[in-house]
């Protein structure tokens, strides 16, 4: 992957559809940059601090679709895409439709073929970073899809990161995705099983640190940044306001769900998945995906 810096940005208009933790994000950058923002939501009152602070709420998605050259959808899955944009397939036709849902390679590709019935001009997307980095520089957004499209809508993209356009498959975005995600909860179960092998033994979290994130295993996930979370892990204190482990079982399901559709080995992840599914079911699914630790701290049932 060549990385496509992008210097121009752009003020044009933009319609946000989906006001979720990362969908607020994203509203909130492309106000920041100082696009003329048009937003829609299930749940309108999620954007009272986006109209307090310029946005303009639409009564109906198609008036939101209508107010924009560009639609950027962030919602949980394909399926709610769908049944949001189809009342709107009319206002879309000729607009640009950038969907940055969670999801499969097939299900992106069956979203450009939507798209592409309906006359709307397609990339798939998806995003690397949680919401508090929306809007840094550093922050990679992968797109697929048509290339000339990419760059016609590249200045404006790039008001929400660092844009990389890895090709015209609209799978592309996703696999990748979730190819990305997968080392992120691997790493992550490491880390918070080795927290509950020390834990065995009475060593907290914030004393385990400086070894395990200080010395051995710095990267872009397990970093020392994480000690800032340790005291929450001692205190099994996991809230979920950034994104929930419901939210992170979506996105795991999809990486077992992708390892079937491209044909190779769907233990490793499904595994994580089951146990992020234990977890949900002690009833942590509102609470962010650290709150996998409470599972590690137990035997597991088999044992
Ligand atoms: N949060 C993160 O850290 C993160 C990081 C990278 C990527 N993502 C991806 O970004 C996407 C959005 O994530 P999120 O954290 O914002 O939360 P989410 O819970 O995945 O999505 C919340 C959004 O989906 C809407 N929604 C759900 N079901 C709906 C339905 N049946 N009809 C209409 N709208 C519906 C919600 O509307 P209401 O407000 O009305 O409920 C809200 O706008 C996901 O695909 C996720 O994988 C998230």
Known sequence: MTPQLSTTLSTSPVTAVGLGPMGLAIAETLLTRDHPLTVWNRTPAKA???????????????????????????????????????????????????NLNSGTPEEARAAARWAAERGVDYLDGAIMVP????????????????????ERHRATLASLGDPRHLGPDAGL?????????????????????????????????????????????????????????????????????????????????????TSKEQGVHADQPRLMLDIARRAMADGHGQENYLAVHEVFKKPSPAE
């Open 131 to 150: 919401p508090p980095l929306v809007g840094d520089p550093g922050a990679v957004f992968l797109y697929s899809g048509p290339q000339d499209l990419f």
């Open 48 to 98: 009272e601090g986006l109209v307090s602070r310029g946005a303009r709420l639409a009564a109906t998605v198609a008036d939101a679709v209508a107010a924009s050259p560009v639609t950027v959808v962030c919602v949980n899955d394909y399926d709610t895409l769908y049944e949001i944009l189809a009342p709107a397939a009319d206002a879309l036709r000729g607009r640009t439709l950038v």
């Open 173 to 257: 975005a996703v696999l990748y995705n979730t190819a990305l995600l997968e080392m992120m909860y691997a790493t992550m179960n490491g880390y918070l099983h080795a927290n509950a092998l020390v834990g065995s033994a009475g060593v907290t979290a914030v004393d385990f640190a400086e070894l395990a994130l200080g010395w051995f295993m710095p990267t872009v996930v397990v970093n020392p940044s994480l000690a800032q979370s340790a005291p929450d892990l001692d205190a099994g204190n996991y809230p979920g306001d950034l994104g929930t482990l419901a939210m992170n079982i979506q996105a795991l399901e999809h990486i077992v769900r």
